[in-house]
């Protein structure tokens, strides 16, 4: 384990897994707060800034969106695919989408317009890197983004409605720290000099 908030950028982007096993410890505010100035520092085209969040750290609020999620999944065949990966999961009455993570932070883009949802990204990358360097571990949770994208979750959130979810993300204290997960060698088109 490395010195808390020692990290270089590069080996916090080689030490990033997607955790999905957690401590009971909560995630302190104060390190939630340090994770999302992390994120505001992402580019954005002309530093329109295009992101918001919404934090919940409440494990049984989360149980019972878990809870919906799985109930609410869409099942057309554009999710075949993704559906297919998550059914045997599906299928386990205790398997809880945020795996049992006592701190979400859901990353909303200001609206449709175009490139705002790529810059939101960015903001999420630095928030996992970030998580990193403060020992915290995270896991995208793509599963959940159509549940926090509907109208009826946003007004129950208080969100405005032009808000459009670009990706919520699990943050906890690692239980476990996941293997390497395998990379291809990057795809060079073409590289002129
Ligand atoms: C957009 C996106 C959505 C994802 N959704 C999920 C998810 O719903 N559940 C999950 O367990 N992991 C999810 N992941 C994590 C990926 O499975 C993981 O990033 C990938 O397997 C590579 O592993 P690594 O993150 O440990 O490098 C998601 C990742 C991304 C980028």
Request: glycine content about 6%.
């Amino acid at each position: 384990m490395h010195e808390i908030g020692k990290l270089s950028v590069i080996e916090a982007i080689h030490q990033r897994r997607s955790v999905r096993d957690f401590t009971p410890k909560e995630v302190e505010r104060e390190a939630v707060r340090k994770l999302l100035e992390a994120a505001v520092r992402a580019p954005s085209a002309s530093n329109r800034q295009p992101w918001a969040f919404a934090v919940i750290q409440d494990r049984g609020v989360l149980a019972e969106y878990s809870a919906e999620i799985k109930a609410s999944f869409p099942r057309s065949s554009e999710n075949e695919r993704f559906e297919l990966q998550y059914r045997e999961m599906l299928g386990f009455p205790n398997f809880n989408v945020f795996y049992n993570a006592g701190t979400l932070v859901v990353v909303y883009a200001h609206g449709p317009a175009p490139g705002l949802l790529e810059e939101c990204c960015f903001a999420a990358e630095n928030l996992m890197l970030a998580a990193c360097d403060l020992g915290l571990g995270t896991c995208p949770i793509g599963f959940a983004r159509p549940w926090f994208d509907l109208p009826a979750t946003k007004a129950q959130l208080g969100i405005p409605s032009q808000y459009e979810v670009v990706l919520p993300i699990v943050v906890g204290y690692p239980a476990a720290l996941p293997p390497e997960t395998e990379r291809r060698d990057p795809e060079i088109l073409v590289w002129k000099r």
